[in-house]
């Protein structure tokens, strides 16, 4: 179980992530690995986010405009991304957490990227069940490792072109969905202990409060340059996580 000053730092790192998910509407996930795992090791970062992820996304996916159209929409990806989410995590247990670090600190830079240039095109019709495919089985995957799924599910998601509202709950839902399974998969194999779920429940709190700050901020901020101040550091965070893990 983490120490006091941990849970402290723990705290600190969900009040901001909850913030920038509150204000972009994503990003809570991959900010907040981004800084655990500058103590922690990946394994244990993503226990100590997962129960405020899963919640968190329950809570936007309940708030969004039309919960039953959304499940209908994207249902396959939902299951596609359990399933594959689930097989990453059992097959990958005893894949070292130097790995996991490169794995994550390419995602934060694919992310960082992916926002930053918003080049993502439509997606034809005809070719959107192949491309929730592929999309759900990549953003399984690299969520099996490190739940650092924010790239491949948001660069579909803009790909379909959806209204912001729609978006942002299409987004609670899949993340919803996912969390479930890292969270199932992660006490099957034994990742997470009942003690670290119990500060992943309080760190709940920091979480929420982060989020509510973050949706009023974002009626008063310049979102463009909160943007590029929050991208550039996390581009940052990225490429030391590669760096660090390469160069140990």
Known sequence: MP????IAFASAVLL???AVKGFIGLGMPTVALALLTLQLDARSAVTLIVIPMLLSNVW???RGPDMAGCIKQHWRYAVILGLC????????QSAPDRFLR??????VLAFCFFSWRNIVPAIPDHRVRLFEGMSAVIAGLVGGLTAAWAPPLAMYLTGLRLERDAFVQALGFLIAAGSVSIFVMFIAVGHSAPPDLAVSAVLLIPALIG???GERLRHRTDP???KTYFLGA???LGANLVLGALLR
Do not use: P
Not at 85 to 92: H, K, P, R
């Open 3 to 6: 120490d006091l000053s941990m």
């Open 102 to 107: 490169v794995v994550l600190g390419v995602f």
């Open 211 to 213: 989020f509510s700050v």
């Open 16 to 18: 901001l992530a909850g």
């Open 60 to 62: 936007q996916f309940w």
């Open 85 to 92: 989410v689930a097989a990453t995590v059992w097959v990958s």
């Open 224 to 226: 463009e340059r909160f």
């Open 234 to 236: 996390f581009s940052v």
